[in-house]
């Protein structure tokens, strides 16, 4: 397998959770800066966007929440599929969650508004999406309570919590007691610090 990823990016999750599975893969950093037709992972995925993972039989899978899903359920040996339907279902609608409202309409507009149009656009995206997180962070605090994981027991969905927790000390968030406690969880994890170190980051 290989796995197209940008340091720090979403892409980190998929990164982690391929270090847990521990089987052979490579991976490839993408610089997001470039425009998307120069680009080496544009010819890989259309959509150009990580994370991108490229299948032992060549097939691309892209879409986080269907690459966590996909390397959970193929290696089931690794624990990060929960045993029952009803919980794989949580996983999912977990991860979902993370993906879909936490980062792309909370983190992103963050990120985005040092590219706006004036800075009164930027400010006015800063605060909508740091409402989002806010408001988000504080469902994911509920739905973890007193658990270590989201589910109670490590699985795939934790991996997408994580990478958005990463995000919230740049913008000066703070995360929920449970949510903190979480992410230095997450952060003791071999897998987690393999990560770190192949990624560059502190």
């Not at 509920?142 to 490590?154: F, K």
Request: with cysteine; aromatic share 8%.
């Amino acid at each position: 397998m290989k796995l197209m990823y940008s340091p720090g990016a979403c892409s980190f999750g998929i990164h982690v959770l391929l270090e847990e599975i521990g089987k052979p893969y490579e991976a490839e950093a993408v610089n997001l800066r470039q425009p998307k037709p120069e680009r080496a992972l544009t010819g890989v995925n259309p959509k150009s966007k990580v994370p991108t993972l490229i299948r032992d039989d060549g097939s691309v899978l892209t879409e986080y929440p269907a690459i966590a899903f996909w390397l959970a359920a193929s290696n089931p040996a690794a624990g990060l599929m929960p045993a029952t339907v009803e919980a794989q279902t949580r996983a999912l609608e977990a991860t979902d969650f993370c993906v879909s409202t936490l980062h792309m309409l909370g983190f992103s507009p963050m990120f985005a508004a040092g590219r706006a149009a004036t800075p009164e656009l930027g400010e006015a995206m800063k605060a909508v999406g740091r409402a989002v997180v806010e408001n988000g962070l504080a469902h994911m605090s509920a739905v973890l309570g007193s658990q270590d994981y989201v589910l109670g027991s490590y699985s795939f969905a934790d991996s997408a919590l994580f990478y958005n927790t990463n995000w919230a000390g740049m913008f000066g968030v703070d995360l929920p007691a449970n949510i903190a406690a979480f992410r230095e969880r997450m952060r003791a994890r071999p897998a987690v610090q393999r990560v770190i170190a192949a990624e560059g980051l502190s």
